[in-house]
């Protein structure tokens, strides 16, 4: 191998190569690392015990449970609607394929503010179902079910992006098989289809998980900001923030900053899973 | 193995569409039971439709197909007692090839001891034993075909149907996997289909050979009916190693023609003969010149300027060799002659002058 | 025989697309299509001339021309960037390299608000970065349009890198040895050969980040400083009209911004099947 990577007709010489890979490691120290670093510093700069004191803090926790509770729903309905959507795209050809494939993308090209926007249309107080959802008792914006569904929304598409690719490549032969000895859709799903997604699916709850814990501009319209109640965790860093609880804010900060290194690092080792598995 | 009664299958007036492509266009077919049958054809002539439609992989949008006399298209591919062998083969990529081929048998919950029993016996018969605790990635090519038509056996299908079976594998296995699954098939009996657009390896196989062209299904016929008596001009061309020649009124004994009539030349057609040679029929042969030799193993094919075109014909080995350039004489015993719809086969005027004269 | 009657036009004999389309779009209906719906119809009730006025007031135009002009650059220089990260990324072998790559999706995993803050402490006056520039330029970048630009370069880093990287991957090497041989010098084959194979993919990173961009929220709010007329972006000022219940203007505001970003994203297709016809001539 090293032979012929010598022999490659382009090679920019020493001294290009450290040029381009020193301009992306400044770029990424300044853009990533450093901001990385700054949380850890300002968190702790009233030392362990006042980072202790942040993170422990009644509404820090009640703000956490909070996102947990919109995260693991947001999965739950993604994961079941990604795999409901893969499938169908992937194994049928039907009429609205396209436009079924673009609604489902839409969420997440959509400003996250402007999707707030459409659920304060869709049950707030001028829409037409806020009579019925007021009679029934139920409310949506403002409260916790607004937070989620927000939640939802902007995590819409990330796992059924992740299996249609895969399931594509794997062709519908094996399910036709199947099918043609007499399977069931679910005996199918289970034996034939399912091993070919699994890295793919765990890769798009990362993904999904990610994304549902930080949100913050759609679920930032759509909470009453009120405190232990509709604040997640981005909110309640931006409160701390903007009462000068700078230490909190840090402090909460670097809870979710330790989950999204979780997150890379997961998706790393997925991703390298993903790849040895399909040379067998 | 297999089940005793043979199964027949007709196809009446199937018409498929996709989008505004005709696939099948009016196909009748029907195939006695226990027969090997090759669906032969150039790519997009809807041979493998017409395949997935008996196995109930896809719908026709008109006519009827019938398994034993019964009308199936209402009933279920898994339904219909057939085996299908997908031409990637399609082996569940995370089961054993233990578990391929007991796949068909679990849902039709037979007890374990007799999967185990059934298995064993299919691995033997397709002399893969040993591979049971495999994944259909650590097998060759030719081992992966076999165990898909394990699998496709295994729960005793009525009908065995076959998509390409020999297109993903090596030349040199293909040749061996042919006379295998021809041997295979033959053992057990069982009424079944392949599709191929490869003319050797349906003349070889089969013994009845369906030629589709155009969603429409040409001839059927065995092998030397197809080759001796080619039904329509897409036949005559498409079989053989033809030649077509549109300037054939120019070559000596062939005068007559119409407009637009084009001859067909098969190699086997044509006698090259040195210019020191006896020819029988000198004033009815031609002059050419050598442009090629290509050695075929077995015989020689020489490629002759004559008259325009380039034609092949057979040369033994044994004769005296020819050399590039050479000026040789061109017999031709007969040829096709075909027009739009019409197929005629011509001999050289000379060969029936001559049997009057003997 | 009765199946043909219920019989699905486009059955298969693989089972269960009844079930998995029929909850795919209920779960769609619930979540996209009924508040689309609903934001149809409440754009239908706004009055034509009202819309005018709110979507050409001057404050909203120049919170318009701030988040479009800064998506723009920031975009521009991602574009860069992006490809020269890809390029190493793809080209060389170096050590910390995998930790470099799983590092560019940092901006996608961390929560923007946590960004946002993080850098805009770092950026003010005495911040780590902004007291140098202060001291140094007399730039300040917290609370300007520079800001904004900042916090929108690091929202898009991962648009240019990994669309441009699996392409670049994939370039055959081949051609590159080809153009070699027949006497292209090394900036040659990159331009000639290389870089018009990865030009449909830079486009699309580079569009995919402007509209992300465009739309970004979380992590320019704290860093924008939110002075009319100077640093307010379009999402922050559909915000404000939204806490104050004005969801006439908040809707009419939203409205525009959907339409640029249908427009950004019908260029890129455009764009794409334009680059596509004109490989496909080619062959």
Redesign the interface.
């Known amino acids: 191998m090293a032979d012929t990577k010598k022999v490659a007709v382009v090679h920019e010489g020493k001294a290009g190569r450290r040029i381009a890979i020193g301009a992306c490691v400044v770029f990424l120290v300044i853009f990533l690392v450093l901001p990385l670093v700054y949380i850890l510093a300002v968190a702790f700069s009233d030392g362990w015990l006042g980072y202790k004191k942040a993170v422990t803090d009644e509404y820090a926790v009640k703000a956490t449970l909070l996102t947990l509770l919109a995260t693991v729903v947001a999965l739950a309905i993604n994961t079941l609607m990604g795999l409901c959507a893969a499938w169908a795209v992937t194994k049928f050809s039907f009429r609205g394929k396209k436009i079924l494939t673009t609604l489902i993308d839409l969420p997440v090209t959509v400003s996250p503010v402007i999707a707030g926007l459409i659920y304060v249309l869709t049950f707030g107080r001028q829409s037409f179902l806020y009579p019925y959802l007021e009679k029934a008792g139920i409310k949506i914006i403002f409260a916790v079910p607004g937070i989620i569904l927000a939640t939802v929304f902007v995590t819409f598409p990330f796992i059924f992006r992740e299996l249609v690719p895969v399931l594509t490549a794997e062709g519908t032969d094996e399910e036709e098989a199947a099918a043609l000895m007499g399977a069931s859709f679910f005996t199918i799903f289970r034996k034939v289809t399912f091993p070919h997604m699994k890295w793919a699916l765990l890769y798009g709850m990362v993904l999904c998980t990610a994304r549902a814990m930080g949100e913050f501009g759609a679920v930032s319209v759509l909470s009453g900001h009120l405190r232990g109640k509709t604040n997640t965790l981005p909110l309640y860093i931006e409160l701390l923030y903007q009462g000068y609880d700078f230490t909190g804010a840090f402090a909460c900060s670097s809870i979710l900053m330790i989950f999204a290194i979780i997150v890379l690092i997961l998706r790393s080792a997925l991703e390298a899973r993903g790849k040895t598995e399909k040379n067998v | 193995m297999g089940s005793n009664e043979k199964s027949t299958i007709e196809l009446r007036h199937i018409v498929k569409y996709y989008g505004d492509f005709r696939a099948s266009d009016d196909v009748s077919l029907t195939i006695e039971g226990g027969r090997l049958v090759a669906l032969l054809g150039p790519s997009g002539s809807g041979k493998t439709t017409i395949l997935r439609m008996i196995a109930g992989l896809e719908h026709p949008d008109g006519g009827e197909i019938l398994i034993d006399g019964q009308v199936v298209n209402d009933i279920p591919g898994s339904e219909r007692g057939i085996g299908f062998v997908f031409q990637s083969y399609a082996l569940f990529r995370y089961l054993t090839v233990y578990e391929n081929i007991a796949f068909g048998l679990r849902l039709k919950k037979w007890p374990e001891k007799k999967i185990r029993e059934r298995v064993f016996e299919l691995l033997k018969l397709i002399g893969c034993e040993g591979l049971e605790k495999r994944y259909p990635g650590q097998l060759s090519g030719g081992q992966r075909q076999r165990v898909a038509f394990a699998r496709a056996l295994a729960p005793s299908p009525k009908i065995l149907l076959l998509d390409e079976p020999f297109a993903a594998i090596d030349a040199k296995i293909r040749l061996e996997l042919r006379s295998w699954l021809k041997e295979m098939i033959t053992k057990l009996g069982i009424t079944s289909i392949f599709v191929t657009h490869d003319q050797d390896e349906a003349i070889e196989v089969a013994d009845d050979i369906v030629v589709t062209n155009h969603g429409r299904i040409e001839q059927v016929g065995t092998a030397t009916e197809l080759y001796t008596k080619p039904a329509t001009p897409f036949v005559v061309q498409f079989i053989g190693h033809s030649t077509p020649i549109r300037n054939f009124t120019e070559f000596r004994s062939f005068f007559k023609g119409q407009e637009n009539e084009i001859g067909i030349l098969r190699p086997e057609y044509v006698e090259v003969k040195k210019i020191t040679e006896v020819v029988r029929y000198s004033n009815s042969a031609d002059i050419g010149y050598v442009r090629d030799i290509i050695f075929r193993g077995s015989n020689l094919e020489i490629k002759v300027d004559i008259h325009g075109n380039t034609i092949s014909a057979i040369r033994s080995i044994n004769e005296e060799p020819l050399e590039i350039g050479e000026k040789v004489w061109v017999f031709i015993y007969r040829m096709f002659v075909i027009d739009d719809r019409k197929v005629e086969l011509r001999e050289n005027a000379s060969l029936r002058e001559d049997s009057l004269v003997i | 025989?009765s199946?043909?009657t219920n019989?699905h036009k486009?059955?298969?004999?693989?089972?269960?697309?009844g079930?998995?389309?029929g909850?795919?779009i209920a779960?769609?209906s619930l979540?996209?299509?009924?508040?689309?719906c609903?934001?149809v119809v409440?754009t239908a009730q706004l009055s034509f001339p009202e819309f005018i006025q709110t979507v050409t007031n001057a404050r909203v135009r120049s919170s318009y021309f701030v988040s479009i002009s800064t998506a723009l650059i920031a975009s521009l220089i991602n574009a860069g960037?992006g490809l020269?990260?890809a390029?190493?990324l793809v080209r060389?072998d170096?050590r910390g390299k995998?930790i470099?790559?799983?590092?560019i999706?940092?901006?996608?995993?961390?929560?923007?608000?946590?960004?946002g803050?993080?850098?805009t402490?770092?950026t003010t006056t005495n911040g780590?970065?902004g007291s140098i520039f202060y001291r140094f330029f007399g730039i300040r970048i917290a609370y300007t349009r520079f800001g904004i630009t900042i916090a929108l370069?690091?929202i898009g880093?991962p648009f240019v890198v990994r669309s441009v990287q699996p392409v670049l991957e994939k370039v055959d090497?081949e051609c590159?040895?080809a153009?070699?041989?027949l006497g292209a010098s090394?900036w040659t084959?990159?331009r000639r050969v290389?870089f018009p194979e990865l030009t449909p993919a830079l486009i699309s990173g580079f569009t995919m980040a402007f509209?992300r961009s465009?739309?970004?929220?979380?992590s320019v709010v704290?860093i924008a400083g939110n002075t009319p007329y100077k640093t307010e972006i379009a999402?922050?000022l559909?915000?404000s009209q939204?806490q104050e219940y004005d969801?006439a203007s908040?809707?009419s505001i939203?409205l525009v911004?959907?339409v640029i970003?249908f427009l950004i994203?019908t260029a890129n297709a455009f764009a794409q099947s334009m680059v596509s016809k004109r490989v496909s001539n080619l062959a």
């Open positions: 025989m199946r043909r019989s486009y059955r298969s004999v693989i089972p269960g697309f079930l998995t389309f909850i795919t779960i769609l979540v996209v299509l009924i508040p689309l609903s934001l409440f960037m020269l990260l390029w190493v060389y170096f995998k470099i790559d799983g590092m999706e940092l901006p996608f995993a961390l929560p923007t608000a946590v960004a803050i993080s850098l402490h770092l780590w970065i370069i690091f880093i090497k590159e040895e153009a070699g041989l090394h084959t990159f290389i509209a465009i739309g970004e929220y979380g704290f999402p922050l559909i915000m939204l969801y908040a809707t939203a911004m959907l970003a994203l």
